[in-house]
Every structure is written in structure tokens, then in C-alpha cells.
């Protein structure tokens, strides 16, 4: 199994409750998949960077699983049926930093240049 890392930004208009029902269905969809939920966490709600969906803002939400490349495509492919997600991104990472999601400010933020990328796997 390897180590990945999942964002995706839901619409701002979404409640808590349902802000959490997707949360819980994307684990449920990681789980169903011979997948392992490590950490799940809402980031909170934040200004996008460019409008997506004619969306401003959008609420983070970020996990880390193990998995295989099924549990990826399976979880890519439902991202793209629901309707209240916007945005998304998964990537492999180095298994040791699987549970360490960054939270303060002072620390450095991972650039994408750092993670490594696999091509053909």
C-alpha cells in the first residue's frame, strides 16, 4: 500500500452537517476501497486563489490514506460526480510523513517541488 495525500475545496454554501456528509463519504469511499483513512481534517474556509464554478471561496478539506492506485481512481472518479466539490488534488507521499499535516504558520510549507513524483506507476 502506499502513502497519499488528498485536498479538495467544497462550495462555501455548504453547512457544517454537510460539509462533514462529504467528508464521511469520501472516507467511506477510501474504506470501500481496500483503503485506510490515517487523518481527515477540514481546513476551514478560505478565499480561493482564481474563481472556480463562479465560486469565491471554498471550504479545504485534506486527508491522508493508504491505498493503491484503484482507491485513487476510484476516489478521483467520485470527486468528479459530486456536485459540491470544486477542486481537487491527490498525491503520493514519502510514507513517513503520513499523519503530519503542517497547521502553523510557522512552520514551512511543503512546496509541490519537494514531493516526489512517480511517472509510469
Do not use: C
Not at 476551514?44 to 469565491?56: D, N
Amino acid at each position: 500500500m502506499n502513502a497519499y495525500e488528498t485536498v479538495f475545496i467544497v462550495k462555501a454554501s455548504l453547512t457544517d452537517e454537510e460539509t462533514a456528509a462529504v467528508m464521511e463519504k469520501i472516507k467511506g469511499i477510501i474504506q470501500r476501497e481496500a483503503g485506510e483513512v490515517v487523518v481527515a481534517e477540514n481546513m476551514g474556509k478560505r478565499k480561493l486563489a482564481y474563481e472556480v464554478q463562479k465560486e469565491k471561496k471554498g471550504t479545504y478539506l485534506i486527508m491522508q490514506f493508504k491505498g493503491n492506485g484503484a482507491t485513487v481512481l476510484e476516489l478521483e472518479r467520485n470527486y468528479r460526480l459530486t456536485e459540491s466539490i470544486i477542486k481537487f488534488m491527490t498525491i503520493r507521499i514519502d510514507p513517513k510523513k503520513l499523519g503530519k499535516i503542517l497547521h502553523e504558520k510557522d512552520e514551512k510549507p511543503i512546496s509541490m517541488r519537494d514531493k516526489e513524483f512517480v511517472v509510469g506507476r
